[in-house]
């Protein structure tokens, strides 16, 4: 069994991570401020880059079938900082889902287990979102 060791660097770049999250819903809610945008997301990739390791980062974000998302996401942090927040913030969403489109399924697992979340998730409806998705799970 693979243990999870929880050293400081980990630590920083979940905090940054979470950071980042904030500053990007911060401006999402401040009218997509592009200052607090662009700053949520210069956290949010310094704490991955943080937490799962340089090279493992460059590994994922360079990965053929992620080039698309990759790139996506950069031309909307580049279209943002250049002063169109509202179209920058559109092509980084198609970015991070195309990016992390992987991870949902293994998120949905995780979101069954939560007590009261996992009531909603067992609702047919959502279920039938989720179910759609399950056979490609990726190994965490």
Request: proline share 4%; no cysteine.
């Given at each position: ?50 937490t799962i390791g340089l090279k493992?980062?460059?590994?994922f974000f360079m990965k053929r ?42 998120l949905a697992v995780f979101l ?29």
């Amino acid at each position: 069994m693979v243990s999870f060791e929880m050293n400081d660097r980990k630590k920083i770049g979940l905090g940054l991570t979470g950071f980042g999250i904030f500053f990007s819903f911060l401006g999402i809610i401040f009218f997509f401020d592009k200052g607090l945008l662009a700053m949520g997301n210069i956290l949010f990739v310094s704490g991955v880059s943080l937490t799962i390791g340089l090279k493992s980062t460059m590994q994922f974000f360079m990965k053929r079938s992620n080039f698309k998302g990759t790139i996506s996401f950069g031309i909307g942090f580049f279209i943002l900082i250049m002063g169109w927040p509202i179209f920058g913030m559109i092509i980084e969403a198609y970015g991070f889902i195309v990016l992390f489109s992987g991870f949902w399924p293994t998120l949905a697992v995780f979101l069954q287990k939560i007590p009261v979340l996992g009531w909603v998730v067992q609702q047919p409806f959502v279920r039938s979102l989720f179910d759609r998705y399950r056979s490609k799970r990726v190994p965490v």
